[in-house]
């Protein structure tokens, strides 16, 4: 299967807006999901990634829509903003594809591993910060894979003013509850992944560009 093609859009501006408004919808739902979440006494965050079990995989389908409180909901919400965003600059389709990459790889992962630690407590992984932490990444790597100008501008961008977020990432094993490094480390590696495989189309044209350079008559 090769990724797919390289988008072309109608001008910045008009994608921007489509991006934007994608979002903005998005964090939306989050806040509608954590106000049904409240009024039903929680019962949507059982819902969550609870690693290694059967049923706890459905969780990584919802998981990233659910929050342990309104203090969690808000620490996501400008990074999940920006972040986002910046990822459908590289275009929706690129956006959607990147994010679905993401989601069901990072929550896997999370699954897989959610469960390490000292403790050995049942866990339960809820929260955007996977999400979040894919889309970090992703931009922090797609614009040198591709060697697009802008992309590589916004990635050391994002490095500058959330670099120092993927200490998140970082395994802590003698600490149980609280933050979930798991979620935070398979999301960013799911990003990773999602860079190198949607810029497929600009690394093949390299690839073919340096063919025909070497094809040429006295290169070396």
């Given at each position: 299967?090769?990724?797919?093609?390289?988008?072309?859009?109608p001008g910045?501006?008009?994608?921007?807006?489509?991006?934007?408004?994608?979002?903005?919808?998005?964090?939306?739902?989050?806040?509608?999901?954590e106000l049904?979440?409240?009024?039903?006494?929680?019962?949507?965050?059982?819902?969550?990634?609870?690693?290694?079990?059967?049923?706890?995989?459905?969780g990584?389908?919802?998981s990233?829509l659910?929050?342990?409180n309104?203090?969690?909901?808000?620490?996501?919400?400008?990074?999940a903003l920006v972040l986002?965003?910046?990822?459908?600059?590289?275009?929706?389709?690129?956006?959607?594809?990147a994010?679905?990459?993401i989601?069901?790889?990072?929550?896997?992962g999370?699954?897989?591993?959610?469960?390490?630690g000292?403790?050995?407590l049942?866990?339960?992984h809820?929260?955007?910060s996977?999400?979040?932490?894919?889309w970090?990444?992703?931009l922090?790597?797609f614009?040198w894979?591709?060697?697009?100008?802008?992309?590589?501008v916004i990635g050391?961008?994002?490095?500058?003013?959330y670099?120092?977020v993927?200490l998140?990432?970082?395994p802590?094993l003698?600490r149980?509850?609280?933050?979930?490094?798991?979620?935070?480390?398979c999301?960013?590696i799911a990003?990773?992944?999602a860079?190198?495989?949607?810029?497929?189309p600009?690394r093949?044209?390299r690839?073919?560009?340096r063919?025909?350079?070497?094809a040429?008559?006295?290169?070396?």
């Amino acid at each position: 299967m090769s990724p797919p093609p390289t988008e072309t859009s109608p001008g910045r501006w008009s994608g921007a807006k489509v991006g934007g408004a994608t979002i903005l919808s998005f964090v939306a739902l989050l806040y509608l999901i954590e106000l049904v979440d409240q009024l039903t006494g929680h019962s949507l965050d059982r819902n969550g990634i609870r690693p290694l079990q059967t049923d706890g995989l459905w969780g990584i389908v919802f998981s990233p829509l659910l929050h342990a409180n309104w203090a969690h909901l808000v620490a996501n919400t400008v990074p999940a903003l920006v972040l986002g965003f910046l990822v459908t600059l590289a275009g929706m389709s690129r956006f959607v594809w990147a994010t679905a990459i993401i989601w069901i790889l990072g929550g896997l992962g999370t699954w897989l591993i959610g469960g390490l630690g000292s403790c050995r407590l049942p866990t339960n992984h809820i929260g955007a910060s996977g999400l979040i932490f894919g889309w970090l990444t992703f931009l922090l790597v797609f614009g040198w894979l591709t060697r697009h100008i802008w992309q590589i501008v916004i990635g050391l961008v994002v490095m500058f003013v959330y670099g120092g977020v993927l200490l998140g990432a970082v395994p802590v094993l003698d600490r149980c509850g609280g933050v979930s490094w798991q979620g935070h480390l398979c999301g960013a590696i799911a990003g990773v992944l999602a860079a190198y495989w949607l810029s497929g189309p600009e690394r093949e044209a390299r690839s073919q560009k340096r063919l025909q350079h070497n094809a040429l008559p006295g290169s070396s």
